[in-house]
């Protein structure tokens, strides 16, 4: 069974910094890879997704992406107090179910005034 | 336009009784997904629909759990004979494409807070 790690954290970053959160993934053979921020008692929402290796930005958030290691980590830049949430790295299912998404437990960010 | 919407937003049930939750998806959207997310535990899926069809159940927890999807639109899971431990927050999620051979965005409604008494 595919696994997707996260650090739980809480990771906390002063204001005006870059948050940077990491996740890891089994499956060499994964393809979809998606950033959701979870506020506390909200439903996930996406931020981002990539596909290909390297870096994807939209705004101040930034995905990287290595296959090879196996890796896709999400960085905040000016982190800012409402930031504060869980991010969860979600990637596609394995065999035949591919179009499935299989979640990391997330890390919890805090960014401090 | 309107986001995936979930009903009811809280349900309290007492141990045994049957529950149905349901979902309206994004107007146009064809796959929809229910997912299960207990206290401080990650997303756990449970089923997909594409169109009205469920190629894969596998993730139901057993099978007390059902779900079914008519008009290609507002899908409905229901619980019978609920357990403790059944007590999670139920998530639907819908996108615009499925395919099998990679996942695609996926938009979350608000989710239904089930506690079973």
């Known amino acids: 069974q595919k696994e997707v790690e996260q650090n739980s954290g809480p990771l906390s970053v002063p204001e005006g910094a870059i948050a940077s959160l990491n996740c890891t993934y089994s499956?060499?053979?994964?393809?979809?890879f998606f950033w959701y921020r979870q506020y506390s008692g909200k439903s996930p929402e996406l931020i981002m997704f990539?596909?290909?290796?390297g870096d994807k930005e939209d705004g101040r958030f930034t995905a990287q992406l290595n296959k090879a290691s196996q890796y896709v980590s999400l960085l905040i830049r000016d982190s800012q107090p409402s930031d504060s949430a869980t991010y969860l790295c979600a990637v596609n299912g394995n065999g035949g179910s591919q179009g499935n998404l299989i979640f990391g437990k997330g890390t919890k960010l805090s960014v401090k005034p | 336009g309107a986001g995936v919407s979930q009903s009811p937003s809280n349900k309290v049930t007492e141990k045994g009784k049957d529950v149905e939750l349901r979902c309206d998806p994004i107007?146009?959207?064809?796959?929809l997904y229910w997912y299960r997310q207990s206290l401080g535990q990650g997303l756990e899926f449970l089923i997909y629909?594409?169109?009205?069809?469920?190629?894969?159940k596998s993730g139901l927890p057993s099978d007390r759990f059902s779900a079914e999807r008519t008009g290609g639109s507002v899908s409905t899971l229901t619980i019978q004979r609920t357990q403790q431990e059944d007590s999670a927050v139920y998530l639907c999620a819908s996108s615009s494409r499925h395919s099998l051979q990679e996942a695609y965005e996926q938009y979350f409604g608000p989710g239904t807070r089930l506690t079973v008494t």
């Open positions: 990539i596909y290909s290796n």
């Open positions: 107007s146009g959207h064809t796959a």
């Open positions: 629909f594409q169109g009205n069809s469920a190629p894969d």
């Open positions: 499956d060499r053979g994964s393809q979809s």
